[in-house]
Every structure is written in structure tokens, then in C-alpha cells.
């Protein structure tokens, strides 16, 4: 999905100013897609020019004049034929699973660190996501986007039960490799 139709599916949630979108892409969808946040106000404009978005001028005092954005009728019949055809392909790009597969390089003693800061980073992330679904002004509210945050619990307990079952077999592996090298 490009950028262009990331700023339709932010503006399904409402008006927005092209800051609010792009710290929305920024934020929350940054975990979906990877979008540069120099394309948001081209993208934004472009999306005007085509009828797909109309703005409109906040005037504010002691700043500048706020241009809001928001989603016409065709954007969101765009946005939805653009996910009726997005193909659900799962892509991970992960420096975790790259230091893993260079695991033999790498001294035991470090794997245990890394694997350490892994179990850290999926135990923030775990709060971070059962905050958001218990959270009485979810920012997700919907059928959706529940679901995506019950998948992601479900997904970083697995990793967890994962690295922790697993993690000294792993690094017994590496001290026996290493002591066959000295």
C-alpha cells in the first residue's frame, strides 16, 4: 500500500490536519508499513487534486492557518477497493531474527544478552498492547482493530513461551561450538 492510500485509511478515522496524519503514520501505523514522512504532504495534495480528500482553513491565533483534511465520499470508495485488493502478505523485517542467523558468530554470552533484550522488548510491548485493548479511550476502538491487538498479544506470547523454552538450548549450543574452535 503506498502513501497516498495510507493517508485515505488514517482519514477514515476523521478529520485530520496533514501534521495529525502524519504522526498517525508516524505512530500507529508504523508497525503495518513503512512510510516516509517527507511524502505525506505531497501525497495529501495529490489526493486533493484527484477529489479524493477536500481540506478546508483553521485560523488560529499566535500559529499559522491549519489545513484540515478529510475523506470524501470517492476517497472512501478508493480506500476500500484498495483493500479489496491488497493481497494479506505478512512481511517481517527483523535485526532479532538477522542476529539469530548469524548466531555462530556471535560469543554465548552475547546471545544471552540479545535474547534478554528480546524478552524485554516483547514484555514492553505486551503491556503497551493489553493497555491499548483495556484502556477505556482506546485509541482502537472497532472489530478490527481488536483484533489486530489480541493478534499481537497472541503473536509476542508465543515469541516469549519461545525464546524462553529455547534460549539455553541455544547458547549451550554456541559454548559447545566455541570450545570445539579454541
Given amino acids: 500500500m503506498d502513501t497516498k492510500t495510507l493517508c485515505l485509511g ?13 504522526k498517525r503514520l508516524e505512530d500507529d501505523f508504523r508497525h503495518f508499513m513503512d512510510v516516509s514522512s517527507n511524502a505525506v504532504y505531497p501525497a495529501l495534495k495529490a489526493l ?13 491565533s499566535n500559529y ?31 535485526q532479532f531474527l538477522l542476529l539469530l542467523l548469524f548466531a555462530e558468530m556471535l560469543p554465548a554470552a ?19 498492547c493489553t493497555t491499548w485493548r483495556q484502556g477505556e479511550e482506546s485509541k482502537i476502538a ?29 547458547v549451550r549450543q554456541l559454548d559447545q561450538k566455541g570450545k570445539k574452535e579454541k
Avoid at 10 to 22: C, F, K
Wanted: net charge neutral.
Fill in 10 to 22: 488514517v482519514l477514515t478515522y476523521g478529520e485530520s490536519s496533514g501534521y495529525d496524519v502524519r
Fill in 48 to 60: 486533493e487534486g484527484e477529489n479524493l480528500v477536500k481540506s478546508r482553513i483553521v485560523k488560529q
Fill in 142 to 170: 472497532g472489530t478490527g482493530p481488536h483484533f489486530v491487538v489480541d493478534y499481537a498479544l497472541a503473536t509476542i506470547k508465543a515469541e516469549m513461551d519461545f525464546i524462553q523454552e529455547n534460549t539455553n538450548r541455544l
Fill in 110 to 128: 552475547r546471545m544471552r544478552e540479545i535474547m534478554a533484550e528480546r524478552l524485554a522488548e516483547l514484555e514492553h510491548w505486551d503491556k503497551v
Fill in 64 to 94: 499559522p492557518d491549519k489545513k484540515i483534511y478529510s475523506l470524501t465520499d470517492s476517497g472512501r470508495t478508493y480506500f476500500t477497493e484498495a483493500l479489496q485488493i491488497l493481497p494479506p502478505r505478512h512481511k517481517v523485517r527483523s
